[in-house]
């Protein structure tokens, strides 16, 4: 058996924090979580800098990352919201809906894509609801029109109420993908795009954007109302009015960099899992108590004779990814193995390259259910310490390389095809141990 690790978020090194975003991103959403139990990820711009931060939407009621419709950008996930109670739905962190009440420093904007599931919880369902009719200040809602899913009205607020103005009545497509747009300025006009035509409203309406409660898309804050069935993906806030004219909506992912993870391990003898806030390794469980895995020289190695351990963590790099270690010292003759991991569910779902226990050769398994079946041709050999072990999955492509040269594949394989993690992993079966260093994983 294996100890197999994860990689967690940026409490590793990230190689690439800007991700390539524009200094005017406020915050940039994609809703492509892997693993979103309690909310989904968000790059947001702080200090100059975009940081991917953790769960920058709670999930509300029954809503989830969905799979179920194909994106119009061909990805795989996106936020859900079935709509079968007002409390179903999204709610931005208050802090980061906080520093985005730009007030009468700057324009702000607001665009994403949404697929109108023509359905929803009550008469007036919220497909966006920051302040509006139910909140006192400035605010913008987004609403169907008396029962009609697919009519939307979007409006401006100034107080609660009837203190508001019309933007649109705007007939969406059902079922299929729609982008919306909105954005204003404090002392010109507001526009208002949907599926790239933009209408303008002329003249400032609201001259200090300060509303008094957070961001909700699909629900309103407090449940004040009823929510909207459907999808979104790409939510993206800008401070500047990136259209005033009808224009063509991307539909490529906002952050289509390359993003690389490291860990040299160069820190002070202790348990790996004793580190897991500042070093992101996490325990999820094993034979025995956590205890299996630590860094020691400035090296990871499996701590107990005749033991192994899982841990995982919740960096997603995307299913398309590599993953490489170094191995710095080995003793197979005490049947103890080496492997690194990628497209890694859980453990009885992931693609692992294993040096195997007690022989000189590099196999790859998929795992699928549980069942791990080897696949490509087995790579013969001992190399001599340091080496180094990569994994690559490239859609349905995986190989494996040894020392830089390309030992295994690329084997055509499409029986893994989700899984967004990455990891290493062994297996002590004696007193003597192999030892592993510089953990790199990048996506493709």
């Not at 909310?39 to 200090?47: K, P, Q, R």
């Amino acid at each position: 058996m294996l100890t197999l690790i994860r990689h967690r978020r940026k409490s590793f090194r990230v190689v690439g924090d800007d991700y390539g975003l524009a200094s005017d991103v406020l915050l940039y959403v994609p809703f492509t979580d892997a693993d979103a139990s309690t909310g989904a990820d968000g790059y947001v711009l702080s200090g100059g800098t975009h940081t991917l931060t953790t769960d920058v939407f709670a999930r509300a009621g029954n809503a989830v990352i969905n799979t179920d419709q194909t994106k119009m950008d061909s990805s795989s996930t996106a936020a859900y919201n079935p709509a079968g109670a007002n409390s179903d739905g999204w709610e931005l962190d208050s802090t980061i809906s906080a520093g985005l009440e730009v007030g009468t420093a700057s324009p702000l904007s607001i665009q994403f894509w949404f697929y109108c599931s023509n359905a929803g919880s009550g008469t007036f369902a919220r497909l966006l609801s920051w302040g509006g009719y139910y909140s006192s200040g400035t605010g913008i809602e987004f609403e169907s029109a008396s029962g009609d899913y697919d009519l939307f009205k979007f409006y401006e607020f100034t107080g609660s109420g009837g203190n508001r103005r019309s933007l649109g009545t705007i007939q969406l497509t059902a079922n299929d993908w729609n982008h919306i747009y909105w954005a204003f300025q404090p002392s010109g006009s507001s526009y208002l795009g949907i599926n790239g035509t933009v209408t303008e409203t002329a003249n400032s309406y609201i001259s200090n954007f300060a509303p008094t409660v957070d961001l909700n898309l699909l629900k309103t804050p407090a449940e004040a109302d009823d929510s909207a069935k459907g999808y979104i993906q790409e939510f993206i806030v800008k401070d500047t009015v990136p259209y005033t004219a009808n224009f063509t909506p991307s539909t490529t992912p906002l952050v289509v960099s390359t993003v690389t993870i490291t860990d040299d391990f160069d820190r002070s003898d202790t348990l790996l899992e004793s580190v897991a806030t500042d070093e992101g390794w996490y325990w999820v469980n094993g034979r025995s108590s956590p205890d299996t895995m630590s860094v020691s020289s400035n090296k990871a190695r499996v701590t107990n004779a005749n033991d192994y351990t899982i841990y995982y963590a919740n960096y997603s790099l995307g299913t398309d990814a590599e993953v490489q270690t170094t191995v710095t010292n080995e003793y197979l003759d005490r049947t103890s193995a080496v492997s690194v991991t990628a497209r890694y569910t859980d453990y009885d779902n992931r693609y692992t390259v294993q040096r195997s226990h007690n022989s000189d050769d590099f196999r790859l398994y998929s795992t699928v259910s549980g069942t791990s079946t080897e696949i490509g041709t087995r790579y013969t050999a001992d190399p001599s310490v340091p080496y180094t072990m990569k994994l690559v999955c490239d859609g349905d492509q995986i190989s494996v390389y040894i020392g830089g040269v390309l030992r295994i594949g690329p084997v055509t394989d499409t029986s893994i095809t989700t899984g967004n993690y990455v990891g290493i992993g062994g297996y002590n079966n004696g007193g003597n141990r192999i030892e592993v260093d510089d953990f790199v994983a990048s996506s493709l």
